[in-house]
Each structure stands twice: as C-alpha cells, then as structure tokens.
C-alpha cells in the first residue's frame, strides 16, 4: 500500500497534497467527526459490484435541457458521458443510489480492498459527474478538477455538520462519516480517469471494470469491520 501511494495511487498517493494531511478525512477531527453513530455504512445497504451495475444499468437521469435519459449503466460514448454529467448534478433525493420514495433498500455501500475503506455510492457517482467533465482533457486540467472537487466535498460535509448542530440529526450522522470524502475522491477519480468516453464498453461495465481492478472490491462479509457495522 505505501508503495502504491508513493507511485500515485490510490487516489493519486503524494501527488495530491492534501492527502499528506493525516486526518484530512475527517476536517482534522477525526473523534469528532469519523462516523458519530457508528450506523454509515450499514450491513442492509451494503453490495458487491454486480448490486452496483444492475442498479446503473435499471436507473434513468434528467439532463440539463430536461431530457430523460433511461438505463444510463447500459450507454455508450457521448450518451453515457451526458448521463453522468447528468448524475453529478442530481440532489441527494434524486440520487441514483439514494433510498427510494417506496423505502426499499438500495446496495449503496461498498469495501475497498484497495483503499482498506468503505465507497459509498451514493457520493461516488455525484462526484464521478463532476469527474467527467474534465474526461479527455489533459491532465493539468485533471488535476485542478481535483483541487476544485475537493473544496465542493468539504463544503457538503460542513454544511451538513452545521446543519446537525441546528438539531437536524440526519445531518449530524452524516457529517465527516469516515467514507464519504474517501467516496468523493474515488467518484472523481473514475469520471474523470477512468471513464473512457471512445470506450465500446457500457457505462456500467467501465464502472464494474473500475470497481474490480482499481477499488479491488470484495464481498462486503469480508471487511474488516463486517461484525461491528449496524444491520
């Protein structure tokens, strides 16, 4: 792992300052602000890459000009690179792997093998929009997308972490959990690196290839963490 770091990965190792920040994670505070219930992520929501692909591949998404794209894990090229734009607008309500109206679950949560982390899917696939406005371009580009991306993702967790301290607990819980940046980074990282818009591969095979040989994913049971996680 340390030597994957010093090469630039993951999550582009010593080459992205802010990750020599040892608790950048958790705005520094990381008693405070690592996961306050202990309930993120949840042993009911958590999945393995083919949960994540079939919930892609069922979903639709509104673009920008009000059009509504079906089944956005199955396109290809430049409708697969609009619908993800379009995901990374969407609100937490509309989230591709939010919890539905019906309150049936949804596999959001994910264990990194390589990360030694939980990737929540959820703010994966907001920040993987937000990625993908920078794929193609060269990576100088890339890279103040990440500084940018960076600043939007403190940004949600502090508004969240204000917003507990006004009594609103779902924030409260939610705010600095221990993989929500981690999950921002990653989603950027594959909007922006890892999705290849000449690809002949599906949106969701290039998501599921990204998961397998770069998140390394493994079943959820075998996280270290498994029996200590709420159902």
Do not use: C
Request: net charge neutral.
């Amino acid at each position: 792992m340390q030597h994957a770091y010093m090469y630039g990965g993951p999550n582009h190792g010593v080459y992205l300052p802010v990750n020599m920040a040892t608790f950048a994670f958790a705005n520094q505070s990381p008693i405070n602000f690592t996961d306050p219930t202990g309930q993120a992520p949840s042993r009911g929501l958590s999945g393995n890459v083919s949960d994540i692909v079939k919930r892609l591949n069922e979903m639709g998404v509104t673009t920008s000009d009000g059009k509504v794209i079906r089944n956005v894990g199955t396109l290809k090229g430049t409708e697969a690179h609009k619908a993800l734009l379009a995901a990374g607008r969407l609100r937490n309500n509309d989230n591709l792997f939010n919890t539905p109206r019906d309150h049936s679950p949804v596999k959001r949560y994910v264990y990194s093998r390589t990360d030694k982390e939980w990737i929540d899917m959820l703010h994966f696939i907001r920040h993987a929009g937000e990625g993908a406005k920078y794929a193609g371009l060269p990576a100088l580009e890339k890279v103040g997308g990440i500084f940018a991306d960076k600043v939007r993702g403190y940004s949600e967790e502090i508004i969240q972490g204000i917003g507990g301290l006004f009594g609103k607990q779902g924030l409260k819980d939610s705010a600095f959990s221990s993989e929500d940046l981690p999950s921002d980074q990653r989603g950027f990282d594959f909007g922006a690196w890892g999705f290849d818009i000449k690809s002949d591969l599906t949106l969701g095979e290039q998501l599921g290839n990204y998961m397998r040989n770069d998140l390394k994913v493994v079943a959820p049971q075998s996280a270290p963490d498994w029996d200590k996680i709420a159902d």
